[in-house]
């Protein structure tokens, strides 16, 4: 069955803390996977992913993809308040285009 | 357990026809959410559903509809496609704020 599992599913931390979210996934057909960020309503795209230990950066984050132990990192740096949200990971499969999600992570940062 | 089920996958349409995609909740989640997302763009929130009542809508355009039934599943309605319509439809359900998405409906408008 295929699926995708994120951990922790909540972390409280302090700002300037740095957060590590994990993403595993057993998914056939892997295409690629995206990291969004969801505050109040709609995923905002943070990252897609395709390609195993290539580091994509934008700005305090990072992420990180490895297609042999089918996992992948989100890291957050220096974290501010405004941060805390829910971070979504789902990948998607080439078979039926078809996108799983994971349940998230709910981070919240506290001043 | 069981996941949000979205049907049909896949979907091809004409210009100006009209189409519905479903969306089967969690069992006991109260809560339905769409999305659009368009090629290499956000999610762009549609409208939810709390209850069977419209609890929220976003940037839903006048020509798509949306009900809730009384077994909690969702139809998101839309008619005079365009091609810009043609995007990934999600529907997430949930029942103390936490959405959990389906796979999603590929939508392609020719």
């Known amino acids: 069955e295929d699926k995708v599992v994120q951990s922790p599913l909540s972390l409280v931390v302090h700002e300037g803390d740095t957060v590590t979210l994990n993403c595993s996934y057993e998914?056939?057909?892997?295409?690629?996977l995206l990291w969004y960020k969801q505050e109040k309503k709609a995923p905002t795209f943070l990252f897609m992913l395709?390609?195993?230990?290539i580091e994509k950066k934008s700005g305090r984050l990072s992420s990180i993809l490895d297609k042999k132990e089918l996992f992948s990192i989100l890291n957050i740096t220096a974290t501010q308040t405004g941060d805390s949200a829910v971070y979504l990971c789902?990948?998607?499969?080439?078979?039926?285009?078809?996108?799983?999600f994971g349940t998230g992570t709910s981070l919240t940062v506290i001043p | 357990a069981a996941g949000v089920i979205q049907s049909p996958r896949h979907l091809i349409k004409e210009k100006r026809e009209t189409a519905t995609l479903k969306c089967y909740p969690i069992?006991?989640?109260?809560?339905v959410y769409w999305y659009q997302q368009g090629p290499g763009q956000d999610p762009q929130f549609l409208i939810s559903f709390y209850e069977k009542m419209q609890s929220d809508k976003g940037s839903i355009p006048d020509r798509f509809s949306a009900q809730q039934f009384s077994d909690y599943h969702s139809e998101l309605n839309m008619s005079s496609l365009e091609l810009g319509d043609s995007a990934l439809y999600f529907c997430?359900?949930?029942?103390?704020?936490?959405?959990?998405f389906g796979p999603g409906t590929r939508l392609t408008v020719l």
């Open positions: 789902a990948v998607e499969a080439y078979t039926g285009n078809q996108f799983y």
């Open positions: 998914v056939t057909n892997f295409r690629s």
């Open positions: 069992p006991r989640h109260d809560t």
């Open positions: 997430a359900s949930s029942l103390n704020n936490e959405q959990f």
């Open positions: 395709t390609s195993s230990g």
